[in-house]
């Protein structure tokens, strides 16, 4: 098999960033890469149960009374022929890349296909990668045009618990830059200098119960 540096960095690259990703930024640059990298190497199915309509248990009818005809059915609003979910296939692309596969969904039908391909019962569990953040940044940054645009916008909004591990290091110092002293620690640091300030001053000059304005 023809391996170059550049395929072999790739190919683990999407491997890791697949596990980590749902976002449509993500799979747009997927089928990018797939497209102009890898190889078709067959189909797969796969079959997603459908979910019963509670309303009408599955009938597909709605049962109504009225006073002059008594008993009977409507179409249930809820559903379709009692399907609250209607079981689905999805055809699957199978692509090689470097030493790994890849599914790309390009189909997906409520009749069973007449096929001999395997069929994949449920969804695809991916187990999770320490890597795949950051073969996911790396990805997005490589291959989605306005990307930085987009990290930065979204990014420090939220404060990390976990501020001080070093995967959370942007994210803070972010957080920091940009909400200054509404940020989260600064407001910690408020807080207890406050609290600090209480406790040192004289007992004597805290109001006195009776001066409250309540
Ligand atoms: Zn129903």
Redesign the pocket.
């Known amino acids: 098999m023809n391996r170059n540096p550049k395929q072999i960095i790739l190919s683990w690259l999407l491997h890791h960033a697949n596990r980590e990703a749902s976002s449509h930024y993500f799979y747009q640059v997927k089928d990018l890469i797939l497209q102009k990298h890898a190889r078709v190497i067959g189909y797969e199915i796969q079959f997603i149960e459908g979910k019963?309509?509670?309303?009408?248990?599955?009938?597909?009818?709605?049962m109504k009374y009225d006073h002059y005809t008594g008993w009977y059915s409507e179409p249930?609003?809820?559903?379709?022929?009692?399907?609250?979910h209607r079981p689905v296939w999805v055809i699957l692309q199978k692509y090689q890349f470097g030493k790994y596969t890849f599914l790309k969904p390009i189909k997906s039908t409520y009749e069973k296909p007449e096929t001999n391909v395997p069929v994949i019962k449920g969804y695809i569990d991916h187990e999770p990668s320490k890597y795949g953040e950051f073969a996911l940044f790396i990805l997005l940054l490589l291959y989605e045009k306005g990307f930085m645009k987009r990290w930065w916008r979204e990014s420090g909004w939220r404060w990390y618990r976990n501020w001080y591990y070093p995967c959370n290091w942007a994210q803070s110092a972010i957080h920091i830059f940009k909400r200054k002293q509404n940020s989260i620690p600064a407001q910690r640091i408020k807080r207890s200098l406050l609290k600090l300030r209480y406790r040192l001053l004289p007992a004597k000059s805290q109001p006195e119960p009776e001066e409250l304005p309540f």
């Open positions: 019963k309509c509670w309303t009408c248990k599955g009938t597909g009818k709605y249930c609003w809820h559903c379709y022929n009692g399907w609250y």
